[in-house]
């Protein structure tokens, strides 16, 4: 069973985002009744009146966080960056980034005076969250049971309240921060993104063979191997989110100047048919992976949530099967755009961040 936020971007509008708050649950049909229990005293039966334990829960994600920070620096700066210029990704840096975590160390720090006002908006929350009429269900079984199922839950969520609740809009403005972050260490986690659809270009399916060819080309060989970086990748999302990172990086600068000259390593990019070809095989395989029924009903719903169709998907897999070397050379210009704009963020050591202050704008030690 798991409990999480989220939001889901709208694949016809990038600029629009929906928040889920996400309840699910997976077990053997014997045990599915157990299950439902679990989730009505979930739905029915919280409690938000002992602050002893609720104290307990936010040390919790104060630690699970920290420890976050030290072993997935990468995951930080990357959020962070995308933060910049889109708008769901500012929205979750409030619910799961930078902002909640300094966010949980004030509710921390003043947590007995707040409690009574901590209490009250936790119980406003839960009432106005769990609404059968806000309910998005997605059931993923054997076709002989989905319908008993399908009842089972549907008599669970019947018992919810049914108010109307007034839809919250979300406004977020591109911010360039450049930020330094400062943890204890002795390596650096550098990302440099932007988003391509704000500098007019379209998300194409091929930008996925593209970004193979960048990270094993050329961010393996610049930054893992020359640079000493234990990994470096990039990414290409449909929603115009674009990356170029590193993993436990003893560089900083010299990392963002490869991740600036990435552009000309793809305008004269020259590999043989057989190659190319290699590329195209390895990128479709990473994307027609086998998938357990848990995974198919996730990846389905996360779809459905972002108005991705099965026709947008197959679009997208054709793309990748008919480009060629001269079309993916052509994409150095997204490249050549979007490392121009200079949005980048570090999580690093204080020695490294501090002895080339001149390239943020803000610093700040991220631990509290």
């Known amino acids: 069973m798991k409990i999480n936020n989220d939001s889901f971007v709208d694949f016809k509008n990038t600029e629009k985002f929906t928040p889920f708050f996400q309840v699910s649950a997976k077990g053997l049909f014997n045990k599915l009744d157990k299950m439902l229990k679990l989730l009505e005293e979930i739905f029915f039966y919280s409690q938000f009146d002992d602050p002893k334990r609720i104290k307990e829960i936010l040390l919790e994600l104060k630690s699970r966080y920290e420890m976050k920070i030290?072993?997935?620096g990468h995951q930080i700066a990357i959020s962070r960056v995308?933060?910049?210029?889109?708008?769901?990704?500012a929205f979750s840096q409030q619910l799961s980034g930078?902002?909640?975590?300094?966010?949980?160390?004030?509710?921390?720090q003043h947590f007995d005076e707040r409690f009574p006002l901590i209490m009250k908006n936790l119980q406003s929350l839960f009432s106005r969250i769990f609404q059968k009429n806000q309910v998005v269900l997605s059931i993923t079984a054997d076709e002989t049971i989905k319908s008993n199922i399908y009842q089972k839950v549907s008599t669970l969520l019947e018992k919810m309240n049914c108010q109307k609740t007034k839809a919250i809009k979300y406004s977020f403005k591109s911010i360039q921060q450049n930020e330094g972050f400062m943890i204890p260490g002795q390596v650096q986690y550098v990302a440099k993104g932007f988003n391509f659809k704000q500098l007019g270009f379209s998300y194409q399916g091929d930008y996925q063979v593209l970004n193979s060819i960048l990270q094993l080309e050329y961010l393996w060989q610049k930054i893992r191997i020359n640079g000493g970086a234990y990994g470096a990748f990039s990414s290409f999302g449909w929603n115009g989110s674009c990356v170029l990172a590193s993993y436990r990086d003893p560089g900083l600068s010299g990392t963002l100047n490869t991740f600036d000259q990435a552009y000309q390593f793809i305008k004269d990019l020259n590999l043989t048919e057989r190659e190319f070809t290699k590329f195209?095989?390895?990128?479709?395989?990473?994307?027609?992976?086998?998938?357990?029924?848990?995974?198919?009903?996730?990846?389905?719903?996360?779809?459905?949530?972002?108005?991705?169709?099965?026709?947008?998907v197959q679009k997208m897999r054709n793309q990748i099967l008919t480009t060629g070397l001269k079309k993916i050379k052509s994409y150095y210009k997204i490249?050549?755009?979007g490392t121009e704009l200079n949005h980048y963020c570090i999580v690093g050591t204080e020695s490294a961040i501090s002895s080339q202050a001149d390239l943020f704008q803000k610093t700040e030690s991220l631990i509290k």
């Open 70 to 72: 030290m072993s997935s």
């Open 82 to 89: 995308f933060s910049y210029f889109t708008p769901a990704s």
């Open 98 to 108: 930078v902002d909640f975590y300094y966010f949980l160390c004030d509710l921390i």
């Open 280 to 312: 195209i095989i390895g990128t479709i395989g990473s994307i027609d992976t086998p998938m357990t029924p848990y995974l198919k009903g996730k990846k389905a719903t996360h779809r459905y949530l972002s108005s991705l169709t099965s026709q947008d």
């Open 335 to 337: 490249l050549k755009s």
